[in-house]
């Protein structure tokens, strides 16, 4: 596994439960608007092992309920699945970040029991997903594939949108809203510019958040389609 980084404690990324976040890295998508670009593009020659992440694991046996995986894209790791194997034999929990793009591997894991949450990024409509990806073609029949798997999973989920003004708008957000429909958890992203986007900054100069008053309007076109609620405001 490429660890290239670990945040020892959150209690936000897995819902209703105390973790710790590993990063891993690279990914398949080149959306502008991610502010995790040194994870993506920029590969660090130190990150952490496994030894190391396995050692602050068990220290934490009792203190943590679950591991968070997120990236970059986790799926990319070939050995994702052992990895995930090592922390279950830990006693921990496991929740995948993904992207939705490899959506064999996701069933994979998934059948073999070694995921308890999942949250997948939904980057926008299924007509104007090659702009929020940053890609020509992208494959949106793997992403289509990979909602329906999680859907039909039986696995603890959430679908997510990090919403941006300058890249989204309403009509993206209510085509959305009928892809996801009857899903209980479905939670809009505040955009952030961290000053470290994976754009350049000729596209990435016109991005921004939301007011608050803008996103009430909006997400209005998801009422009695999905669950779903603001983060970040």
């Known amino acids: 596994m490429k660890i290239q980084a670990l945040q020892k404690l959150t209690l936000l990324d897995f819902p209703g439960k105390t973790a710790c976040t590993v990063f891993t890295y690279g990914c398949n ?12 593009t920029q590969k660090s020659e130190e990150g952490i092992s496994e030894e190391e992440f396995f050692s602050f694991l068990k220290k934490r046996s009792g203190l943590l ?9 986790p799926l990319l790791q070939k050995d994702i699945g052992d990895f995930m194997k090592k922390i279950k034999a830990e006693g921990f929990l496991v929740k995948l970040d993904t992207n939705g793009f490899y959506p064999e591997k996701l ?3 998934l059948s073999a029991g070694l995921v308890d949450y999942v949250a997948m990024d939904i980057k926008s409509a299924p007509d104007t997903y090659a702009k929020a990806v940053g890609l020509e073609e992208p494959d949106i029949e793997a992403v289509k594939k990979s909602v329906t798997i999680i859907k039909n999973s039986g696995v603890a989920h959430e679908f997510r949108t990090t919403f941006v003004k300058g890249l989204h708008n309403a009509s993206d957000l209510a ?54 609620s603001v983060r970040g405001l």
């Open 29 to 40: 998508l080149r959306c502008p608007f991610c502010h995790n670009a040194r994870l993506v």
């Open 107 to 109: 069933q994979e894991l």
């Open 175 to 228: 085509k959305i809203g009928d892809w996801l429909r009857g899903e209980e958890h479905y939670y809009l992203q505040m955009f952030v510019d961290s000053g470290e986007l994976v754009g350049a900054s000729d596209v990435t100069g016109g991005f921004s958040a939301f007011s608050k008053e803008e996103m009430a309007e909006i997400t209005k076109c998801l009422d009695g389609k999905v669950g779903y």
């Open 65 to 73: 309920d679950g591991v968070c995986i997120t990236g970059g894209e």
